[in-house]
């Protein structure tokens, strides 16, 4: 019995010490994993399709651990966004139409990444994942599809109908917007500027007239406009588990990031529970925001243009017409 005793409390004096042994020998794996990352990893891609082309993109690509991380971060604050979109629509707190982005973020994060803020971009109503990669802020891009006044168009554009420099909506006339982006794209060369305009369509679109048109204006007058199909597909609910198992782009680019020591599962996690901290803190604001007053009804109409006096519904009741400016 005394022996059993005397091991019991050798025990707990010894637990302090080899407790803080292990702690520091976990910080040591730990800070010793973090600086044997690999600064980055190349990969192969698909090679395309060509039609009377010589050579196509290439087949091998670098990406960099800063690139990666960024790009995770990106497409997860898009995914967790849409989400709580997805959550505040079914809660009515969002109404009207509402087009989410969510399992396409490779697509505008990718875009993205390959060209200049001073670029343009042009897309179709599924644009919130966009209006993000291009600089607006999750609490204005909530705040917007909520209707209030701190959205990024004053909460007057909705879900369709998002804008910010350089970038042209959210347009919800299917297939409208191609006609447009060859429009920027003529501004650019007209004013001799080394910008691009991305101007992107979804495959519900692929049938409009305008878009072939487009293209042979944009051939002829050899506009710096790179015309893109986003093909989400009519899919079925079989096609959309296949899809999450298989093609979802954020866990792909986990999975290569881990297999190729670019970043650890808990570095990676860390990142999820801080844009889930970021996504709450901007649905608290999307929320809680006030709507925007009617005397907003008749402001930014036209631009850069004097005020002028909008009739409204009521004969009786008039509003000025404000440039954003």
């Known amino acids: 019995m005394r022996k059993m005793l005397l091991a019991a409390l050798s025990r707990v004096l ?16 730990a800070s010793r994993n973090y600086a044997d990352f690999a600064n980055e990893a190349t990969f192969e891609i698909k ?47 969002i109404r009207g ?42 609490r204005e ?10 959205g990024c168009v004053k909460g007057k554009g909705g879900s369709m109908h998002m804008y910010t420099k350089n970038f042209y909506g959210g347009n919800g006339i299917v297939g409208a917007q191609v006609p447009l982006g060859a429009g920027i794209a003529l501004a650019c060369k007209y004013f001799g500027k080394n910008e691009v305009c991305l101007t992107l369509y979804g495959d519900g679109a692929a049938n409009q007239g305008q878009i072939f048109e487009t293209y042979n204006m944009a051939a002829l007058w050899k506009l710096p406009c790179i015309f893109i199909c986003e093909n989400n597909r009519y899919r079925t609910r079989e096609e959309i588990q296949e899809v999450r198992s298989k093609s979802d782009p954020i866990t792909l680019l986990k999975d290569r ?24 803190e901007a649905a608290q ?9 009617l005397e ?14 909008v009739r409204g519904p009521n004969q009786w009741i008039k509003y000025k017409s404000l440039s954003h400016s």
């Open 257 to 280: 990031m881990i297999n190729n020591n670019l970043a650890s599962v808990e570095e990676l996690k860390e990142i999820d529970v801080a844009v889930r901290k970021e996504i709450e």
């Open 47 to 93: 090679p395309c399709d060509l039609h009377r082309l010589e050579e196509g993109p290439p087949t091998t690509a670098v990406l960099t651990r800063e690139e990666g991380l960024h790009y995770y971060k990106t497409m997860q604050t898009i995914r967790r966004m849409e989400l709580k979109s997805d959550q505040l629509y079914k809660q009515k707190i």
């Open 97 to 138: 139409f509402c087009h989410l982005y969510d399992g396409q973020e490779a697509c505008c994060v990718g875009l993205e990444g390959a060209i200049k803020p001073t670029d343009h971009v042009i897309t179709a109503y599924r644009a919130h994942g966009f209006t993000y990669a291009r600089g607006v802020p999750v």
């Open 14 to 29: 010894q637990g302090p010490a080899a407790a803080a042994g292990r702690t520091a020998s976990r910080v040591m794996v």
């Open 296 to 309: 907003e009804l008749g402001n930014h109409i036209y631009f850069n243009e004097p005020p002028f006096e």
């Open 285 to 293: 604001f999307a929320t809680t925001d006030p709507e925007p007053p």
């Open 141 to 150: 891009i909530l705040a917007e599809l909520t209707g209030r006044k701190g």
